[in-house]
């Protein structure tokens, strides 16, 4: 079964620095490749996906990730974040039907 | 995007009794779904996925005897959690997929339960 890595929990920037999440998994089977984020008090919302084709994703509100299948890593970057990207971020991996999550990356962005 | 409907949002059971939370998927069939366990301020712990028509798949560790789940339609799974006690206190959450494969998951609003 695959499992999902993400690093550095807790992510403190300030306004229009640049943010970028790694997520690393393990499985060796075909996977598709998933960004969620969860604002305080709502569901979780697809940033971006990955499925087949072009290893760099762009995603909703300025968010691209990278697909580098050699590295097992789908890395999440945003070039300048606001103040409104304070959630929490997790990495998603479906492989052999499971959708499997990483621990999130909790991301707090400074007015 | 499809919306995926968690029914109830929140709910308070007495110790030994059994708690049923509906998954739907309004305006698509899915295929697949998934139940997943969440712990305030942890991830989401995917505690089984189940096929319609088919029994679900469990994770290690989750106890199927206690945890029965049921996707009997191509809208509608269902997580009973049997002989609740406090320590199945948590948030459950739901996400519903089209196919078994590049597919998106969209997920439910979740139910948070809290056994007394």
């Known amino acids: 079964a695959q499992s999902v890595s993400q690093h550095n929990h807790h992510v403190i920037l300030s306004e229009a620095a640049s943010l970028e999440l790694g997520c690393n998994y393990s499985y060796g089977g075909t996977v598709n490749l998933f960004w969620y984020v969860q604002y305080p008090g709502q569901h979780l919302q697809l940033l971006l996906k990955?499925?087949?084709?072009?290893?760099l994703v762009k995603g909703i509100k300025g968010f691209e990730a990278e697909f580098i299948k050699s590295k097992f890593s789908f890395n999440l970057r945003k070039p300048s974040v606001q103040w409104s990207d304070t959630a929490e971020y997790f990495c998603?991996?479906?492989?052999?039907?499971?959708?499997?999550f990483g621990k999130g990356n909790q991301v707090v962005v400074i007015p | 995007g499809a919306v995926v409907s968690q029914h109830p949002s929140w709910v308070i059971c007495k110790s030994g009794t059994s708690v049923k939370i509906e998954c739907r998927s309004l305006d698509f069939q899915a295929t697949t779904m998934f139940w997943y366990r969440q712990f305030p301020k942890q991830s989401l712990m995917l505690m089984a996925t189940s096929n319609e028509g088919s029994k679900a798949t469990y994770e290690q560790g989750v106890e199927k005897d206690k945890f029965l789940i049921n996707h009997a339609s191509l809208t509608l799974s269902t997580l009973t959690v049997t002989s609740a006690h406090p320590e199945d206190s948590s948030f459950y959450i739901c996400?519903?997929?089209?196919?078994?494969?590049?597919?998106?998951?969209?997920f439910g609003q979740g139910t948070r339960l809290t056994v007394v």
């Open positions: 998603a991996v479906r492989g052999n039907n499971r959708l499997a």
């Open positions: 990955y499925f087949s084709g072009d290893p």
């Open positions: 996400s519903a997929s089209r196919g078994r494969q590049n597919t998106e998951a969209f």
